[in-house]
């Protein structure tokens, strides 16, 4: 079961109020470490772009995630 599907949709009030998430945000709010937001995003889990050399997530890809709309589960 995909441990992130599981969460309590109250719990995304504390997800950023903004469109673009910096790595470290989704790291935090998710509670991963910085290196598996990046694997996430090399692999196609989470969608983001680049804003110069700056890698920014989107909010979208996340709840998405969380949701369990993802394209894969995490195990």
Not at 28 to 36: A, D, N, P, Q, R
């Given at each position: 079961?995909?441990?992130?599907?599981?969460?309590?949709?109250?719990e995304?009030?504390?997800?950023?109020?903004k469109t673009f998430l910096?790595?470290y945000?989704v790291?935090?709010?998710?509670?991963?470490?910085?290196?598996?937001?990046y694997r996430?995003?090399?692999?196609g889990?989470?969608?983001?772009?680049?804003f110069?050399?700056?890698?920014?997530?989107?909010?979208?890809s996340i709840?998405?995630?969380?949701?369990?709309?993802a394209?894969?589960?995490?195990?």
């Open positions: 079961m995909n441990r992130l599907a599981s969460q309590d949709s109250t995304f009030l504390d997800l950023p109020h910096r790595p945000e790291a935090t709010f998710l509670s991963v470490s910085l290196k598996t937001v996430w995003h090399g692999s889990l989470i969608e983001g772009t680049k110069k050399r700056s890698l920014r997530i989107y909010k979208d709840l998405k995630l969380i949701e369990g709309d394209s894969f589960v995490i195990h």
